[in-house]
């Protein structure tokens, strides 16, 4: 199979997932090749990423580093897509799931494709009903990011509820400080 077709299809089975088909899981390729394939979804994504951080510093004031902002966001992009799989790599045998590591990973990395384009859907939405706030449709979309996220590591790791949505929020969590400290990074206020 071509990656063209393997992506597409890989996409096809994040969206029977998303509405609960667990034959979606059917779409996927599991193997070694399949699984670093899959971080594909990170080029995929990249675009929008770029467009998002960009459309950040548009309000910014003129002194503020744009360039430097640019270019640690894009290295913190580069490592959250690192860090989670390599932490994983060391948890989900801790689990007694070592076999359906490069399951999850795989899943888990085409999702970021329809979980961005979820989160893009919400910008929108905020830009066209300004009255009822950007803030809420973004809020909604990242609790079902999240929701869909517990969802897939439930599926594939088949572990308990609790513990899928614990791998959720530490990756939430891990996103959430390697982005911070790339901002405080990039206005020179580290400490």
Known sequence: MNTSSE????????????RGDT???GFFNFSIEGFWRSFLAAVIVFPAF????WNDIFDAPDDFPAMRYMLVEVIAYVIKWVAFPLIMFHVIPMLGRAERYVAFITVYNWASVLQMGLYLAALMLGVLFPSLGAGGFVFIAVIATLVYGVYIAKL??????PT???IVLADFLLSLVITSIGIRLAVGQLF
């Open 164 to 166: 899928a949505s614990t």
């Open 156 to 161: 594939t790791l088949s572990v308990p509820i």
């Open 50 to 53: 770029a467009m998002l951080r």
């Open 7 to 18: 992506t597409l299809r890989a996409l096809y089975g994040t969206w029977r997932l998303a």
């Open 23 to 25: 034959q979606g899981l």
